[in-house]
């Protein structure tokens, strides 16, 4: 279990980047739903704070998480291994975030 971050900055930290793919596209149009690349040790709960403290008047309404394992990629003769990561798709409630949408 890891310690639960208080500190503004910690909660800054989470949340390394959006993934925008197809699929997370559709999703943020249709449901709300925004995906995005987190720490590998943050919970649901940091997670929710970090999203509601990044973009100030939107409530989060639920958190999934998915860990994406590190799998063999291969370059010329070479091969590889990419790294593992996790992911969270949060579903926000109300109006959608016209940062990400472009809207």
Known sequence: MSKTRTNT??????IK???VTDKSHQAMENH???TFEVAKDATK??????VELIFPGKKVKAVNTV???????????????????KKAIVT????????????
């Open 9 to 14: 900055q910690k909660l800054y930290d989470i």
């Open 17 to 19: 980047k959006p993934l």
């Open 32 to 34: 709300n739903q925004y």
């Open 45 to 50: 709960v940091e997670i929710k704070k970090a």
């Open 67 to 85: 860990y994406m394992p590190s799998h063999e990629k291969r370059m010329g003769l070479k091969y590889g291994r990419t790294d593992s990561s």
């Open 92 to 103: 926000i409630e109300g109006e959608p975030i016209e940062e990400l949408t472009g809207v």
